[in-house]
């Protein structure tokens, strides 16, 4: 890496500290481009030089949570984790972020909806978590637990509409509610759908029971 590469990746971390801590100090609909440049010490254009517009910020820090979740559900199935259980256990980390930065949500995701295909293009490829949840489905593919007739592309991606439409709808009208069990309760649902008809989902097996 030269000098210039890492001055210009310094100037951008610390762009992105310094907006950061403004969207959680005073709210991010509140906090200005200037705002941001004037805290990280650069001017407003230099702002715009490395984010287009203050969701981009948001896009970078959602990029960020993905990737650390990544590593994580690489290391568990290297280890030979129940790809189910840790499937749930992705859904429930997801929900914990997403109720601990409430307030930083609905702008994030919003972006994934932008009618400038532009943006909504950027937010979706900032925001793979599609892919990751086709990772955590192709061993369950490989012992024939999901359905074959489906690609994991789709089902991943459907899946992980499931979680942001699920975050959207929480945060914007139900947000007194427990998103963890909002979150898993659409999950059992939708694996109604994609698991093969031989393996009863969770919901199913306790059905089963109460009939019983």
Do not use: C
Not at 69 to 89: G, I, S, T
Not at 114 to 123: C, G, M
Not at 179 to 207: D, H, M, N, Y
């Amino acid at each position: 890496m030269t000098v210039r590469e890492y001055q210009k990746k310094r100037r951008r971390e610390r762009i992105f500290q310094a907006a950061m801590a403004l969207f959680r100090q005073q709210g991010f609909r509140e906090t200005t481009a200037t705002d941001i440049a004037k805290a990280a010490h650069v001017s407003r254009g230099t702002f715009f030089n490395y984010y287009p517009y203050k969701e981009a910020v948001l896009l970078e820090y959602g990029s960020l949570l993905l990737a650390d979740l990544r590593e994580e559900v690489r290391r568990r199935l290297a280890q030979k984790e129940d790809p189910l259980a840790l499937l749930r256990y992705l859904f429930q980390r997801l929900a914990g972020f997403t109720q601990a930065e409430k307030d930083l949500l609905l702008p994030l995701l919003y972006e994934l909806l932008n009618p400038d295909p532009v943006r909504a293009k950027a937010a979706f490829l900032a925001l793979p978590l599609g892919d990751l949840i086709a990772e955590v489905l192709k061993p369950l593919r490989e012992k024939g637990v999901v359905r074959q007739d489906l690609s994991l592309e789709r089902m991943g991606r459907t899946l992980a509409d499931l979680y942001f439409l699920a975050a959207l709808r929480w945060a914007a009208y139900t947000p007194n509610r427990d998103f963890g069990e909002e979150v898993e309760k659409s999950l059992s649902l939708a694996l109604e759908g994609i698991l093969a008809r031989s393996q009863p989902t969770q919901v199913s097996r306790k059905s089963a029971k109460a009939k019983a």
